[in-house]
């Protein structure tokens, strides 16, 4: 299978530790998301890269939240000094999105990972 | 503005009959519509998805309506069967960009 991978899927941290998500996109894929949802509500969204390039941060993002995405490829979202709010499951995504000018049949389609679910004690 | 407003937050269904979503949005700069499909424990898949050119589009048992001058579109399971019981998410996008989500519709299809 070739589809969005995130790991670790389940995290259990104490309250003031700092964890870490990997996420490997679909290969060839330039565009990467992550983004938080908790029970009962839709997905929200935290961040994005296009390559390497942090292109976008949500005020959800505060400054124990820092995500990156060196060489463009996988992509990290690293959380400090958990907090119990911050208990979730982190969606990773990603999408081909071509330079102005050219399109895509398929469009913006956005392909999802399985998740990483946080539950902070 | 950037907000996707998404009704019924759950619905019951009896198997065979039709299942309708409804999701509203505001910002005029959206032009890409998808839905997902979520069932517990796993991520959201696409289902369909539409853009604004179209009023719409049918992919088997899935079809979207779209509704540009009310700004809002919708999401029709004909023939419902119990394996569609998961939570549907609609969603919006501009430009290529991020997505962003209804609330969710939590979907059971009674045997």
């Known amino acids: 299978d070739t589809g969005v991978s995130q790991d670790p899927r389940h995290k259990i941290t104490k309250r003031g530790q700092n964890v870490t998500f990997r996420c490997d996109p679909i290969s060839e894929h330039n565009r990467l998301y992550w983004y938080r949802q908790t029970l009962g509500q839709g997905p929200e969204f935290l961040t994005y890269?296009?390559?390497?390039?942090?292109?976008?941060k949500s005020r959800l993002l505060s400054d124990r939240f820092s995500a990156e995405r060196p060489k463009g490829s996988f992509s990290t979202l690293e959380i400090q000094r958990t907090e119990q709010g911050d208990s979730a499951m982190y969606l990773c995504?990603?999408?081909?999105?071509?330079?102005?000018?050219?399109?895509?049949?398929?469009?913006?389609?956005?392909?999802f990972g399985e998740g990483s679910w946080l539950t902070v004690v | 503005q950037q907000q996707v407003k998404q009704s019924p937050q759950s619905l019951i269904v009896q198997k065979g009959g039709i299942s309708i979503i409804n999701c509203a949005y505001e910002n005029t700069a959206f032009d890409y519509f998808p839905w997902y499909q979520q069932f517990p424990g796993k991520g959201p898949a696409l289902l369909i998805a539409i853009r604004p050119d179209v009023s719409e589009k049918k992919e088997g048992r899935f079809t979207i309506s779209f509704n540009k001058s009310a700004k809002q579109f919708s999401l029709h399971i004909m023939d419902s069967q119990p394996g569609d019981s998961a939570t549907y998410f609609c969603?919006?996008?501009?430009?290529?960009?991020?997505?962003?989500f209804g609330q969710g519709t939590e979907l059971s299809v009674k045997p």
């Open positions: 969603a919006a996008s501009a430009r290529r960009g991020k997505l962003i």
């Open positions: 890269f296009q390559n390497e390039a942090q292109l976008e």
């Open positions: 995504a990603s999408s081909l999105v071509l330079r102005r000018g050219l399109s895509l049949r398929s469009g913006n389609t956005i392909y």
